[in-house]
T-cell receptor, first 109, second 116 residues
Framework: KQEVTQIPAALSVPEGENLVLNCSFT??????LQWFRQDPGKGLTSLLL?????REQTSGRLNASLDKSSGRSTLYIAASQPGDSATYLC????????FGKGTRLHILP | GAVVSQHPSWVICKSGTSVKIECRSL??????MFWYRQFPKQSLMLMAT?????????EQGVEKDKFLINHASLTLSTLTVTSAHPEDSSFYIC????????????FGSGTRLTVV
């Protein structure tokens, strides 16, 4: 059964810092891995999708890497902004998606 | 890109009534759809998996007679919360999967259910 762990659980940093969010998962038999953000009381916004054959994806200030064999993914956020404040969810995509508890990020102005 | 429409976005109902939530894949055919529930400040918990034309598979601890799932076509799945109670108040969100590596899983925008 897939288990997803995200570290740290919460993070509060000043604006402008570069951040690293970590995700580990136990079942490496995945098709893709997505990173989502969720704002309070809202649905999921897809940030990046990494196919299992890829090692990383980039979109603007976001970069995600995937090491499928070791069950790890990292989301890198450059030059953080207050608008980045949200919960970030890592989603390894196998026959279904099991979510971890996410990382609650708070960027201080 | 793949789009999933979920309706309604919010609903308030009285205890004992039933509520139906719809999840539609707008521009692709979803071989499988998933339903999640999220309580305040908690993560999304998978409730059930449904494949078109077959019975849904429920996760452990989810009452199949209370949460009725119908996946009648490749573009529509419905979740009906029967005899709703205040403890069923939650955020429900669906996800659709197309049998292709390019899209991955696409999520609806969610439904906030409040039972009074």
């Amino acid at each position: 059964k897939q288990e997803v762990t995200q570290i740290p659980a919460a993070l509060s940093v000043p604006e402008g810092e570069n951040l690293v969010l970590n995700c580990s998962f136990t079942d490496s038999a995945i098709y893709n891995l997505q990173w989502f953000r969720q704002d309070p009381g809202k649905g999921l916004t897809s940030l990046l999708l990494i196919q299992s054959s890829q090692r990383e994806q980039t979109s603007g200030r976001l970069n995600a890497s995937l090491d499928k064999s070791s069950g790890r993914s990292t989301l890198y956020i450059a030059a953080s902004q207050p608008g980045d404040s949200a919960t970030y969810l890592c989603a390894p995509e196998g026959d279904k998606i099991i979510f971890g508890k996410g990382t609650r990020l708070h960027i201080l102005p | 890109g793949a789009v999933v429409s979920q309706h309604p976005s919010w609903v308030i109902c009285k205890s004992g009534t039933s509520v139906k939530i719809e999840c539609r894949s707008l521009d692709f055919q979803a071989t499988t759809m998933f339903w999640y529930r999220q309580f305040p400040k908690q993560s999304l918990m998978l409730m059930a998996t449904s494949n078109e034309g077959s019975k849904a598979t429920y996760e452990q601890g989810v009452e199949k007679d209370k949460f009725l799932i119908n996946h009648a076509s490749l573009t529509l799945s419905t979740l009906t919360v029967t005899s709703a109670h205040p403890e069923d108040s939650s955020f429900y969100i669906c996800s659709a999967f197309m049998d292709s590596n390019s899209y991955g899983y696409t999520f609806g925008s969610g439904t906030r259910l409040t039972v009074v």
